[in-house]
């Protein structure tokens, strides 16, 4: 049994695994992921070496967003378990060692929080406060919403109410003492039964100008990163401050590099995701200016960098690497453009041992570490993710059911005589389950839980070393690591011993798409 490394800044350099409940392991038979899944399957996470989870939600929800609209904070979906089940998950996961991290929506709830019930049922309730409600016969701003489409829905009483996601998602009113009394009581709650950190939800947009002016690009954005939401993050830095040991993580999708690490300031969060790192294209220039980037804005505040790959939103990185258009962003993603999967794959085992080598704390979204792929032919009528409908183009493909064994679906994902998975597993996942991949030296299992054991021997800052065009080479301590994103192999430095390699070296050349951790001295 591991235990838990006592220091207050283990965030720092964690790996943390993300679990998405409903697609990691199905313990009750209904097709769907369940905390009983999860206890069940917690042997993989240490046999992983991983430092920390971060759960997707798990509240009551009506499941409009996946749990990304919730009902209650302070309880647990019938579909997943109960919050008796939620506290002996932590209590096990912190003898194996591994810390938890809940997540938190305080943008919005749930149209059937007890808050917003009230809120409709009656236009005097002073429920409407906590949301945001107008009267009016227009439209009160043709905001776009996050997901596509308008923010604004009308209730039968002619009112229209605020949704920056879904109608099914209102949004509170950060400026009233009764939602920020609220959430002060709601991360007590979870940080008293122990918790380590809170991921933080769409948390640049709290606040929303009360004018509610137009978005004007030479004006303030109405709702994305208003100066007030640093007042929330203190007052939750303080909270969290009471107890030891404990993280604040934001979910920011910020581009302008100053106005994120504004977000990581000494008295606000403890770190938040890196999606211009997530973003980059696998491309050396753009890599290592994104590396700089990262790293120059963290130093200034004081805060780990982390780095992130993939997630529940995004499409999977071995799908993503595999295309002509190797960067990601919403605005761009599109579904069924030609993939190199092989390419991909090997792309992907490379990253690993970059996102794993950098200085920070790593995060691993499930299902990577067994280079699973973007599912982009789900039929459309399994699909549930909201922003397909709204927009398009859907998150369902990255959260297919993750393959644990046997050579057809549900590949142990659910019980024998179960109900079918909630989405549709591939065939050709045969070969990537845990159990196809335990022991395969060759595998991006093996590949993972090696670099996660060898990342301990990477200490302190990193710094560039010289290297030929199209590679990245950089030095933590004794050990070089360097990754080959040209077309063309590439020397490797003087070392001793080779202490990693992504794929197979050709007589002292890193072929294209390669990466290796070299011991130096
Ligand atoms: C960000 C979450 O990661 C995403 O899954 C969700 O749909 C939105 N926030 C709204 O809560």
């Not at 149209?111 to 049922?121: M, R, T």
């Not at 209102?170 to 991360?187: I, K, Q």
């Not at 909201?386 to 990255?398: A, E, I, N, V």
Request: glycine content about 8%; overall charge negative.
């Amino acid at each position: 049994m591991k235990r838990c490394n006592v220091t207050n800044t283990w965030w720092r350099d964690a790996v943390i695994y993300q679990v998405y409940p409903r697609s990691y392991a199905d313990g009750n038979g209904d097709g769907v992921g369940d905390i009983a899944g999860i206890r069940a399957r917690l042997d993989h996470l240490s046999a992983l070496g991983v430092d920390a989870i971060w759960f997707s939600p798990w509240y009551p929800s009506p499941m409009a967003d996946a749990g990304y609209d919730v009902s209650d904070y302070r309880d647990i979906d019938p579909v997943f378990g109960t919050l008796g089940e939620v506290e002996a998950l932590i209590a096990e996961a912190h003898r194996a060692g591994i810390r938890v991290i809940v997540d938190v929506v305080p943008n919005h709830c749930s149209i059937e929080h007890p808050w917003f019930q009230k809120a409709l049922a009656d236009p005097a309730a002073p429920e409407r406060e906590l949301f945001w409600f107008r009267d009016g016969d227009e439209m009160p701003t043709a905001w776009r919403g996050e997901f596509g489409g308008t923010t604004w829905t009308r209730t039968p009483d002619g009112a229209w109410y605020l949704h920056l996601f879904t109608p099914e998602q209102p949004d509170f009113n950060w400026d009233h003492p009764r939602v920020r009394a609220e959430f002060e009581s709601v991360l007590r709650f979870w940080l008293d039964r122990g918790v380590d950190g809170i991921r933080i939800d769409s948390a640049a947009l709290l606040m929303k100008d009360p004018d509610l002016p137009e978005v004007d690009p030479s004006a303030k954005h109405p709702f994305h990163d208003l100066d007030a939401v640093h007042d929330v993050y203190r007052s939750w830095r303080r909270i969290a401050d009471e107890y030891a040991d404990r993280a604040l993580i934001g979910e920011v999708w910020l581009p302008e590099v100053d106005r994120f690490a504004a977000y990581l300031r000494p008295d606000e969060l403890h770190a938040a995701f890196n999606f211009d790192f997530l973003g980059c294209a696998w491309d050396a220039g753009a890599m290592r200016a994104c590396i700089d980037r990262t790293l120059d804005a963290h130093a200034g505040v004081g805060a780990p960098a982390t780095w992130v790959l993939s997630n529940h939103d995004v499409t999977r990185h071995v799908t993503r690497y595999g295309r002509q258009d190797t960067a990601f962003s919403f605005a761009t993603k599109r579904e069924g453009t030609p993939t190199d999967l092989e390419l991909g794959t090997r792309r992907a085992r490379a990253a690993a041992l970059l996102s794993l080598s950098l200085p920070g704390a790593a995060y691993v979204y499930q299902g990577e570490e067994l280079g699973l792929w973007e599912v982009e032919n789900l039929p459309v009528e399994a699909r549930q993710d909201p922003m397909w409908q709204r927009s398009g183009h859907g998150r369902d493909g990255c959260r297919v059911p993750i393959p644990w064994s046997s050579e057809r679906p549900p590949f142990g994902f659910s019980p024998d005589g179960a109900a079918e998975p909630w989405l549709p597993q591939p065939e050709g996942w045969k070969d990537l389950t845990v159990a196809a991949q335990t022991g395969d030296p060759h595998s991006m299992l093996e590949l993972y839980r090696r670099a996660i054991a060898a990342r301990r021997a990477l200490s302190g800052p990193m710094r560039w070393l010289p290297s030929p065009p199209g590679a990245l080479a950089y030095a933590r301590g004794d050990v070089a690591v360097v990754v080959n994103m040209s077309g063309a192999p590439v020397p490797l430095p003087d070392h001793d011993t080779c202490l990693l390699a992504s794929g197979p070296l050709d007589d002292g050349v890193l072929p294209p798409d390669t990466a290796v951790w070299l011991r130096t001295t």
